[in-house]
């Protein structure tokens, strides 16, 4: 049984493949991927995961607009939230940080190192 339950919002097949990959490696963790911000809005209000890696930069909504949708729904308010971006610019960072999420963590990443950066942010 895993002892976490973690989503993945990105609309990059690569950079989902990576991160599904490097946690299966180095965790227990059950992995959940969205390809699309409705996709993971969805799989959010269903699975109600403990944390969401979520991108920023996404065609459909994107992750500043799927973050505002779940913090505006009782259910998945709570929910933490990693960004995952490439918007690494201070001003960009800052603004990102302003939203209240658990932390950020800059595109392009080091796979072997994305557990211990997770758990930092996360407390865990």
Same mark, same amino acid.
């Given at each position: 049984m895993s002892d976490k339950q973690i989503l993945i919002v990105d609309d990059d097949n690569n950079v989902r493949a990576t991160v599904q990959l490097s946690l299966q490696a180095t965790t227990n963790w059950e992995i959940f991927i969205a390809g699309s911000g409705k996709e993971g809005l969805f799989l959010a209000q269903t699975k109600l995961p403990d944390l969401i890696l979520l991108d920023v930069m996404m065609p459909d909504l994107d992750g500043i607009e799927v973050l505002?949708?779940?913090? !505006?729904? !009782?259910?998945t308010q709570a929910i933490p939230i990693i960004f995952l971006t490439a918007k690494t610019l201070v001003k960009e960072q800052k603004q990102l940080k302003d939203l209240e999420v658990q932390g950020i963590i800059p595109k392009p990443f080091g796979a072997i190192d994305l557990e211990k950066q997770i758990c930092l942010l996360m407390d865990w």
């Open positions: 505002r949708q779940l913090r !505006s729904n !009782s259910a």
